[in-house]
Structure formats: structure tokens, C-alpha cells
């Protein structure tokens, strides 16, 4: 019983987790340096991400500027930006590269928001398709008498407020998401 609430409860947590990490990829009217998580070079035949090879900092609210400990990679990294469709226009000044974000249109911040409401609703239900599974574990587990009827009821009930407990989490970060964005 209590193995199957511990399986439950980790995938709802790397479900909500994933949810995060796709939360931070997100742009908002602010540079973030998570925008470049993804982003990798070709560094002596590996592809490497860029975090490995620059020092990124935000000097501003609204640039991200990329200082690369080797300057000869500075071409490989502004390509690879630009590769990435990040929305952002890379500027090279020889020693650096600037990423600009420009403040989103309202009309921009409201596609924003209609994909963080999409990817919100994916991960609930995500959250209660784990429920599902669960459940029908635990209904398994009484038909084949390896747990009492009552055992089965409050293990039902144990996975239900599970799961609530993550949907509550799942709401509270997009709401607090789809407020940063909406924030001019």
C-alpha cells in the first residue's frame, strides 16, 4: 500500500517538476538566462551547451549578455541562438553576444498565456491519469485479497488528496506564471 502511494507521488512530482522546467523555458518580458538551457554548440566535435562554455549574466532587466571563455567560439554560439528560434536577435560585438529581449505586444503575452494554460491542463491530466493507474492498482490489490475492502478505501482516499494536493500545485504556479507575464 504505502509502496504504491511513494510510486504515485514520485511521478506526480517529476510530472509537476517537467511542468517547471518547461515553465522556465518560457519568455517573459524579462531576460532569463533558463532561455539557453537547451541551446548547444559544436565544440571540438561535442555538442556542448553554451553554459559550459561562457559566463552569462544580465546586467539589465531586459539583456542576457554571453561572455565566452574562448572568443573563437563566438560565431558557433551566436549561430546556434540563432538556430534555437529563441525570438531573440543575437548581437556580436567581438567580445560578447547581447540578447535583447524586447517587451512582449499585449497581444504576445496573451499567446504566451494561452500556451502556459495548455501545458498547465497537460500535466493535470497527466497527474490523474497517474491517479487512474493507481486506483486500479489498489482495486487489483483487494480482488486478489492482498488488502482489505477498507484497506482499498483509504488507499483511494489517500491517492485522491494525492492528488489534489498536486493540482492545487499545478494552479498556483500558473497562476503565479500567467501573472509575471500579463506584468508590464
Known sequence: MEELKEQSKDKMQKTFDALLHQYSKI???????????????????????????????????????????????????EKAIL??????????????VRLPFQPLTEEKRRDIVKSLKKLAEETRVAIRNIRRDAN?????????????????????????????DWIKKVDEVEKSKEKEILEV
Open 27 to 77: 519568455r517573459t518580458g524579462r531576460a532569463s538566462a533558463s532561455v539557453l538551457d537547451d541551446v548547444r554548440i559544436n565544440y571540438y566535435g561535442q555538442p556542448t551547451p553554451v553554459k559550459q562554455l561562457c559566463n552569462i549574466s544580465i546586467p539589465e532587466p531586459r539583456t542576457i549578455v554571453v561572455q565566452p571563455w574562448d572568443k573563437t567560439t563566438l560565431a558557433d554560439i
Open 83 to 96: 538556430a534555437a528560434n529563441l525570438g531573440i536577435t543575437p548581437e556580436n560585438d567581438g567580445n560578447v
Open 136 to 164: 486500479e492498482h489498489a482495486k487489483k490489490m483487494e480482488k486478489g485479497g492482498d488488502i482489505s475492502e477498507d484497506e482499498e478505501k483509504k488507499l483511494l482516499k489517500e491517492i485522491q488528496d494525492l492528488t489534489d
